[in-house]
């Protein structure tokens, strides 16, 4: 339910389709984390679900939060995975242990950060909100097979 309305206010982020996909990763969705485009898809969702203006602000606050939050929590894991490699290569195999135990650590943080941000999300809407966003939810499995195979055609 929550991952519906943060995966649309995750497109207000931006997402685009990235041609390198084509091939092994076909149809795989990827964030433009360079040039974000406000309101993709998210326009049309905003009117069904008759978001206040201050709940708008509100969320958007806590939807910048959030995504500084993830990528500090990807930029940590990625240079830990770096630090492993080189432990690895120094053949430092109780240091790769560490190393593996605070990816893991950082990739629960990961974990628990989008839950409450679900969980913040939610909190920010009228049960009426919630339940719409319930009845817009049932939609996506449909809209997401319906882009797999527009993606799939993309590629050929």
């Known amino acids: 339910l929550v991952m519906g309305l943060i995966t649309i206010l995750s497109a207000r982020e931006g997402m685009k389709f ?5 091939g092994q990763n076909q149809g795989r969705m990827v964030r433009n984390m360079e040039h ?3 309101g993709d898809g998210f326009g049309p969702m905003l009117a069904e679900l008759e978001l206040s203006e201050a709940q708008l602000a509100k969320l958007a606050k806590n939807i910048a939060d959030h995504r500084k939050k993830i990528i500090q929590l990807d930029a ?3 240079i830990l995975k770096v630090d492993k490699m080189a432990a690895l ?12 135990s605070n990816i893991y650590d950082q990739k629960e943080k990961l974990a628990l950060e989008k839950i409450s941000h679900m969980e913040s999300v939610w909190k920010e809407l009228t049960p009426e909100q919630q339940t719409k966003l319930q009845e817009l939810r049932q939609t996506r499995p449909r809209q997401k097979m319906m882009m797999q195979k527009k993606n799939q ?3 050929r």
Not at 89 to 100: A, L, P
Request: charged share 50%.
């Open 76 to 78: 940590d894991i990625e």
């Open 153 to 155: 055609e993309h590629c």
């Open 18 to 22: 990235d041609h390198k996909d084509c």
């Open 89 to 100: 290569k120094d053949q430092d195999f109780g240091k790769v242990k560490k190393i593996i």
């Open 36 to 38: 974000p485009r406000m």
